[in-house]
């Protein structure tokens, strides 16, 4: 194998050392496009696939932007191309999206069914093309309701009839559809959703029309009736705004309440009612105002008003001036004839009369301006807030600083009631804090009221006496032990002591028998020496060993017990 090797590249040198210039600049250039073709046909073929979310590209910048947002939001991976289609990663994802984008109108007005649903027409018999249509129309659509997350799965009948010369003749276009929801899906409460089904399903068959489709669940219960569905929106709207003014109200009550008890304290205040009346119609209001004309504005820097103003100006002026004086004219008639003019006019001939006309019209402009308001969802009415307020319970204390008892064993309060004046404080603050109005009927009441705390200082007396007994429990504890600690170190003093004074005498003792000892020894001895006979040295070193056991036994007794208990019990 080494030597084939050799061989190969010996016989590539010599190949590439016969080749030209010319010819090894061809055989680089086409190595290295091979070899390029190769890492970008690789890299093509492991790039995943992407599958058009709509064929037909969208020309609108807004709208791409638009659907681009929506994608982004939903988490969909998508790509734009440069005529302006959009592409996903695969089928089912498009097939989602595009119910999502039809439920929310996303998709443009002009693209066509085809595009959307990705079908091309067909061009082969009438019959098998509508059976092949209406195939490829239910199939597409079942696979885009199924692909929605609230959907578990999905029947689609679609009825295309036949068309017929007079269209008073054409039946129309029917289709129905049954879904099954997942699980905790609120598709069948959700009255959005059902509409977004509904135009996805008319969306994607031509000439359907709203009335001709029914949408049902598994039950066989109709979704997509909205006419019936009024009461139950009527109910919901009034369940919201019912909602709303209840949590309105506990805002106000929680306000209210949270600023009360720092002043007062959270025990001492109550909050009984907080009734707010809203007004949920809805009202739209368009009005022309009139107002003057400023000529001069007014300096915010003097403390005076230099403003001018004039309430119009005028635009346009019309001025007619007229004046006549003479005998005017008194027509006759065509010549040669006599005059048809009346004896009665024929006496005002030759009459010299005058006549004047001045009239000025004057076009003044002042300032206007339309508004046109359309109230919020809901406006405050009415609002009504009642509060109680209690005094101040203080403990009576005895001259020593001890708290006084009653006879029953309670301790001893005062009670104090709220000044009239803090009560007028507290409901100004209240009309502050929720914006009190006395022109819509507004209402704040604070009372002064005592709580009945009956349990509240049973309690506390209940805990006062169980702390005392406590503390007295201790100190009868601690002065127990104390005696009985007493009481041991005097008895270990006495024991001590009675233990000292029994050694002593023990001691003493022992000092006068040895030297009673001593006195017998020497008296021995010196009858020893005097006598002839004396004794043998056993004898004596026996009589000095029964007289040290004697002693012994009369110093420490229980030690000598023992020993002999211990000879005992080895023998």
């Avoid at 949920?280 to 103003?309: A, G, H, L, W």
């Avoid at 027509?331 to 004896?343: A, D, N, S």
């Avoid at 803090?422 to 022109?439: N, P, R, V, Y």
């Avoid at 100190?475 to 002593?504: H, K, P």
């Amino acid at each position: 194998m080494n030597e084939f090797f050799q061989k190969t590249v010996s016989q590539i040198k010599n190949l590439w050392g016969k080749l030209g210039l010319v010819q090894k600049i061809i055989l680089i250039t086409v190595v290295v496009v091979a070899i390029l073709g190769l890492v970008l046909l690789v890299n093509f073929s492991s790039s995943p696939s992407m599958v058009p979310l709509i064929t037909s590209p969208v020309t609108d910048a807004e709208q791409r932007n638009k659907i681009s947002a929506r994608l982004d939001k939903e988490g969909i991976a998508h790509t734009i191309s440069e005529d302006g289609r959009f592409f996903v990663e695969d089928r089912s994802t498009a097939q989602r999206m595009v119910a999502v984008l039809m439920r929310e109108d996303l998709i443009p007005q002009e693209t066509s069914p085809w595009d959307v649903f990705k079908m091309d027409r067909w061009s082969v018999t009438d019959f098998e093309r509508n059976v092949n249509l209406r195939q490829a129309i239910t199939s597409s659509i079942k696979q885009h309701i199924e692909s929605l997350q609230d959907v578990d799965s999905a029947q689609v009948t679609l009825v295309l009839p036949e068309q017929t010369l007079f269209e008073e003749d054409q039946n129309p276009v029917t289709a129905s559809v049954i879904i099954t929801p997942t699980p905790g899906s609120d598709i069948t409460r959700n009255r959005k959703k059902i509409e977004g089904i509904e135009k996805l399903v008319l969306f994607g068959v031509e000439g359907l029309e709203s009335e001709n489709l029914v949408i049902s669940d598994h039950n066989g219960i109709v979704l997509n009736d909205f006419a019936d569905m009024a009461e139950f929106d009527r109910l919901e709207l009034s369940k919201r705004q019912m909602e709303q003014k209840s949590q309105l109200e506990s805002k106000y009550k929680a306000q209210i309440f949270r600023e009360m008890s720092q002043i007062f304290g959270a025990e001492r205040v109550s909050i009984l009612k907080v009734d707010i009346d809203l007004d949920f119609r809805k009202e739209t209001v368009q009005t022309e105002e009139y107002f003057p004309i400023t000529t001069v504005p007014d300096n915010p820097n003097t403390p005076y008003s230099e403003r001018e103003f004039v309430l119009s100006i005028p635009r346009s002026k019309e001025i007619i001036n007229e004046e006549f004086k003479g005998t005017g004219f008194n027509p006759e008639g065509p010549p040669g004839q006599e005059g048809q003019t009346p004896p009665a006019y024929k006496d005002l001939n030759n009459l010299v009369g005058e006549y004047s006309n001045r009239s000025e019209i004057v076009n003044e402009e002042v300032n206007s301006r339309n508004i046109y308001q359309e109230k919020s969802p809901w406006e405050i009415k009415r609002v009504t807030v009642g509060v109680a307020l209690d005094g101040v319970w203080e403990k009576r204390y005895n001259p020593n600083g001890t708290i006084q008892f009653d006879e029953e064993g309670r301790i001893v309060r005062e009670y104090k009631p709220v000044s009239e004046e803090s009560i007028e404080k507290a409901q100004t603050l209240i009309e502050h804090a929720i914006g009190f109005q006395a022109a819509r009927g507004d209402s704040v009441t604070v009372q002064h009221l005592q709580f009945d705390r009956s349990s509240e200082f049973q309690q506390e007396d209940e805990k006062y006496r169980s702390r005392k007994r406590t503390q007295q429990i201790l100190l009868y504890s601690i002065l127990g032990v104390g005696v009985i600690l007493v009481a041991f170190v005097v008895f270990r003093l006495i024991s001590r002591e009675l233990e000292r004074r029994r050694r002593l005498r023990e001691e003493e003792l022992a000092r006068q028998h040895q030297m009673a000892r001593e006195a017998v020894l020497r008296s021995a001895e010196e009858e020893e020496e005097g006598m002839e006979v004396g004794m043998s040295v056993e004898e004596r070193a026996r009589m000095e060993m029964q007289e040290n056991a004697i002693n012994m036994a009369r110093e420490h007794p229980e030690d000598v017990a023992q020993l002999i208990r211990t000879w005992l019990a080895e023998e």
